[in-house]
């Protein structure tokens, strides 16, 4: 795909966001089960449960089991990383060609009822961007800032990375609904995350349409001796600064006596 296309495919991905969503039929209420995750010296990654229930309105009655599917969305931090390609030049592997992700969440994951792609016509997964393939992951081409198919060489480079180190996922037939309105699912935080702010967005969809939406928020950060150690640095950095500078001539001088010769 060349620039121009893919500047044009933004484009019309920026303009089905603005579009007006459908008017909400049912009220939709989650909650996770903490909203915050502090990560310790021993952190190896958090298992989240998000429960939610759909409310009826005076005029929107609960349609009948299995008529509604969930599309669950948390998304981390946003950073900008480069993806490049190695070729060989004068008979030696190096960097031939790079491409800039721009602004792009550090972690992505999609839980949904179904597969994404049964939940609703592509144009309306993409108005929302439902799942990874439908997610806007800006990149610099040239002097241009754009994204393409999901097919392009570097974005399928950067979405196997993110997949294997375990920060963008996608999750079908793992929503469950307990009962009629009330659903849960379960969403995996590895180690590799970073410390910030997160997004959940919870959908609701029926017969390929957005009916309600919720959002909330998780953060992760840090706890312990290591929050205390960066909390000190920031606040105090005089202070943290002639402290790391007494401790080393402290060890310089203790390690002069053990280790001296007479």
């Known amino acids: 795909m060349t620039v121009r296309a893919g500047i044009i495919g933004t484009a019309l991905a920026v303009a089905a966001l603005a579009l007006p969503s459908p008017a909400a039929a049912q ?3 989650s909650s996770l089960s903490t909203h915050q995750v502090r990560v310790t010296s021993n952190y190896t990654g958090a298992d989240l449960v998000l429960f939610g229930t759909v409310e009826p309105t005076d005029t929107a009655p609960l349609r009948p089991p299995g008529s509604y599917d969930i599309a669950i969305t948390v998304s ?34 999609v839980v949904t009822t179904r597969p994404v792609g049964a939940i609703a016509p592509r144009e309306e997964l993409l108005r929302h961007q439902i799942g990874l393939n439908n997610t806007v992951l800006t990149q610099r081409i040239g002097t241009d800032f754009a994204d393409v198919v999901p097919t392009d060489p570097f974005r399928r480079a950067f979405m196997r990375i993110k997949q294997e180190q375990g920060l963008y996922s996608e999750r079908p037939n ?16 590895p180690a590799q995350v970073i410390f910030g702010s997160y997004d959940v967005e919870v959908e609701l969809f029926a017969d390929g349409r ?32 002639l402290a790391a500078m007494t401790m080393a001539l402290m060890v310089g001088w203790l390690s002069s006596v053990i280790f001296r010769r007479d």
């Open 76 to 109: 981390g931090p946003r950073e900008t990383m480069v993806t490049r390609r190695k070729g060989r030049v004068l008979g030696v592997w190096a960097n031939v060609e790079s491409r800039q992700f721009i602004n792009v969440p550090s972690y992505l994951a």
């Open 174 to 189: 793992a929503v469950t609904f307990l009962s009629p309105s009330l659903f849960r699912a379960d969403i995996p935080l």
């Open 27 to 29: 009220r939709l209420v």
């Open 210 to 241: 957005l009916l309600a939406r919720d959002q909330g928020k998780l953060d992760v950060r840090k706890d312990g001796f290591e929050e205390f150690v960066a909390r000190s640095a920031r606040e105090h950095s005089l202070l943290y600064g």
